[in-house]
């Protein structure tokens, strides 16, 4: 046959025909293939079908390259070749849209988990919740482990990732963005990615009898506690840690557990293992305990956790700017924490841990990132604006919009009568003076799917 033959039954007298190179199956064998360029791509996956060894099935598609591994994409189905840019000369390869993707989770257990590569994170997030067992899958999502070396690196990254070890913030946490396809965030078939918690609505809902979610949960929850993410007193680290050791130890047995059994970095956070004689007030409450068991532990846990203030709140390491409207002219005053809770955005000193600032969700008008900026407005007032420096910027867009997107649902469930209130900043355009990148001409579009009350 020969294979440049046009789609049959979709020639239109108006339309022009594109000539496109298509790998079937991953070869390396290239086939000219001509189309009229207002053919369907589920058309044309149709007739790439009938050549001989083409995969069969309907989770077959076509894959655009670039060689920016970033900009690579898969078709969708229900388009034209118009319509997703198709020119003459452009390289597809035709093969299935499913991939193993290897899916840690805070046990540590990886597991091998086939999901749609076509599909955005948010979806793949949703699959691989579903076949793991947990019903809220809009709360969690995914990250990826140090680097991608196939991505770009940014200069202000390596800046802030040594100021990160100085203060001794832990490591960066690498969240994909919800909206973009694995594809488009370099994750290759050999990466890990690890299942995280990502938003905390119904922590304290949670169902004691749900062991998948409650031990999910409680790791998270561990973890931040331990690493200092989530700040507590001290008295309220010490029942923490007793109650990691119950859950790890089982009942206390005096033979066994008396001070020195434990490494006390692995309870406690870097403030407390210190502290002189700590670890025989952990075994005293640890002996208190003997009435509960690992569920119950873990359960007590979590809800000693969502009490603490900075529960669920994602912090952010920027070089600040502008705050209030007012510009930050010491470099020693512009390193803070910006965090994202279910209810608000605070500001966190990065030496003391201490809330300096905080704004209500719902005070936002408006926010905006470019590579190494980010800016918020809130209300009506033009010189309450937050800016600063960061590579995040849009990880930090992502969370903004996927709470008040999580908050629109759960109000819509309940009956609630929603607003528009929330607008996307787009077309920004910068002023440079000293170093710092002020926001100076904004428009806004008002998005349906953004809503708060």
Known sequence: ????????????????????????????????????????????????????????????????????????????????????????????????????????????????????????????????????????????????????????????????DKLRRRYQLGDKVNWLVTHKTLKEQCVSGSMVVTLKKRFFFTDQKLDRSDFIQLNLTYEQSRNAIIDGTNPCTKEEAISFAALQCHIQYGQFDSSKHTPGFLTLTDVLSKEYSSVEYIEALICNEYQKLWEIDKFDAQYKYVQLCCSLPRHGTTFFLVDERKVAGKYISKKNDRLHLFGIGKNNVVRMDVKHKNIVSSWPLSTIRSWSYDSNLFILEFDECSENVYAAKTTEGEIISDFLKCYADIKSQSLLKSNVLVTDDIQVVKNLSYETTDDIQVVKNLSYETTDDIQVV
């Open 1 to 160: 046959d020969d294979l440049s033959l046009r789609v049959p039954g979709f020639l239109l007298m108006s339309s022009s025909v594109i000539t496109l190179n298509i790998s079937v199956n991953g070869n390396d064998k290239w086939i000219a293939f001509e189309f009229e360029e207002m053919s369907l791509i589920s058309d044309v996956c149709c007739f790439i079908r009938r050549f001989p060894d083409a995969a069969q099935g309907e989770d077959c598609g076509l894959f655009k390259l670039h060689q920016d591994p970033t900009k690579g994409c898969w078709l969708k189905m229900n388009a034209t070749l118009k319509n997703c840019g198709m020119k003459n000369g452009d390289l597809l390869e035709y093969r299935t849209r499913i991939r193993r993707l290897h899916v840690k989770t805070l046990e540590n257990v990886i597991k091998v988990i086939l999901v749609d590569d076509s599909h955005s994170v948010q979806k793949v997030t949703e699959s691989v919740c579903n076949k793991l067992g947990l019903s809220n899958h809009e709360e969690f999502s995914l990250t990826v482990n140090g680097n991608n070396d196939n991505c770009a690196t940014h200069s202000l990254d390596d800046k802030l």
